[in-house]
């Protein structure tokens, strides 16, 4: 009995043995077949050419600051209470214009009494010059001492002196009468109103802003590459999202405000420095004509500067880049095989992007989706020309 035990035993070892062996041969086949079928396997992908292009540098900026160089407050030259503004808000105002009139009860009493104070000193003046030329035709005959000659030409000079402090005096107090007149500091628009009649104010306080605004700058700092899309008398169109269109200062619009379809032009003014010296980074300031009123001096978020200069550049679609950075694509070899691929690129227009180095005319770039794409691939690729 022992002897059929142990034959069975070894038996079902045996069975074991080849079943475990079996199942790892399996195994082995089928990863063998899934490796060959993924090695084989052909990906059906979208791909473009690198091509020569004419592009036109697009810029997506987060934020762009307009700015105009006539802005001033007309401000408060003396103390004194508000009683009267002779110009509404958004009123056209010239230099010097009229804007607002104080009063300082103290100003007119001040020149009252330098206006008695002149008159005093004109009797002085007049009572010294009679004695002067007196004791001058005196001297002349040898009748008077040159001591008595002396004091009445120093009397007359004090009393001259006198006459011109007292005049200073009443002056400085015209000056300040005059200067109950706040008037407008430039050419341009009443922007806001700081203070209104009735309000007391001291010298130094700003009643109202006064600005133009139909010309607005703006500047720009770009990498080389990018600057050379704009130059000096160049037009740039400008984009904004139609939350942009709000008026800070409740001006109005001299022209109809189409929203996101308006269309905003400005001209370069300045490139420093200058496209003649060699640099890194380049700061353009652009200017506006903004004559419609449709913008103004704020910060704006979102906007799309287009450069209307266009150059002759190797291009490949925009959404060939595998990542942010713009310095990698997927390249298919003359096998029908993939490889990522370093490029250095330089400015895009929002479809295509201009390719330095990395590529040459011709070369094939897959575009869409990059999800489980690695070297060694192979593809079969439909081209977006096709």
């Known amino acids: 009995m022992k002897k059929y035990f142990y034959a069975g035993i070894v038996i079902i070892l045996l069975v074991s043995i080849a079943l475990v062996g079996y199942g790892a041969y399996l195994n082995y086949s089928d990863e063998n077949q899934i490796t060959r079928r993924m090695e084989e396997r052909v990906l059906h992908l979208a791909g473009a050419k690198a091509t020569v ?11 762009i600051k307009l700015y105009s160089e006539e802005m001033a407050d007309a401000t408060a030259l003396i103390d004194g209470r508000i009683v009267a503004w002779h110009v509404d808000k958004n009123a056209k105002v010239s230099k010097g ?3 607002a009139t104080l009063v300082n009860d103290q100003i007119a009493l001040q020149i009252q009494q330098a206006t008695s104070g002149v008159r005093k000193a004109e009797a002085v003046m007049a009572q010294a010059a009679n004695s002067y030329h007196r004791q001058e035709r005196l001297m002349a005959k040898n009748a008077t001492s040159k001591e008595k000659y002396e004091e009445s030409q120093a009397q007359y000079l004090a009393a001259q002196e006198g006459l011109n402090e007292a005049k200073a005096q009443r002056e400085q107090y015209l000056v300040q009468n005059e200067r109950q007149e706040v008037t407008a500091p430039l050419d341009g628009e009443v922007l ?4 209104r009649e009735g309000s007391y104010v001291q010298g130094g306080t700003p ?4 600005g133009n605004f139909e010309k607005l700058l703006f500047a720009l700092t770009l990498p080389d590459e990018d600057a050379k899309y704009f130059q000096i008398g160049s037009t740039v169109s400008l984009k904004m999202p139609i939350t942009s269109w709000a008026k800070a200062y409740d001006t109005e619009f001299a022209a109809g405000n189409k929203g996101i379809d308006e269309k905003i032009t400005a001209v370069v003014r300045e490139v420093s420095p200058p496209p003649s010296q060699s640099a890194g980074v380049r700061r353009l300031v652009c200017e506006i004509d903004n004559s419609s009123r449709l913008l103004e001096p704020l910060t704006y978020n979102g906007v799309i500067v287009e450069s209307n200069i266009s150059r002759q550049c190797l291009t490949v679609p925009l959404e060939a880049m595998v990542n942010s950075d713009h310095n990698a694509v997927f390249v ?4 029908k095989t993939i490889e990522k691929r370093k490029v250095d690129t330089g400015t895009d227009d ?4 201009e390719v330095y180095s990395g590529l040459k005319g011709g070369d094939v770039v897959i575009v869409g989706s990059f999800e489980g794409l690695k070297d ?3 593809v079969d690729i439909t081209l977006q020309e096709d």
């Open 350 to 353: 929002g479809k295509n992007i």
């Open 53 to 63: 292009r004419n592009l036109r540098a697009t810029l997506n900026m987060d934020t």
């Open 97 to 99: 214009s009229l804007l």
């Open 192 to 195: 806001i109103i700081y203070r």
């Open 332 to 335: 298919v070899n003359s096998d």
């Open 207 to 210: 009643l109202a802003l006064v």
């Open 376 to 378: 060694g691939i192979k």
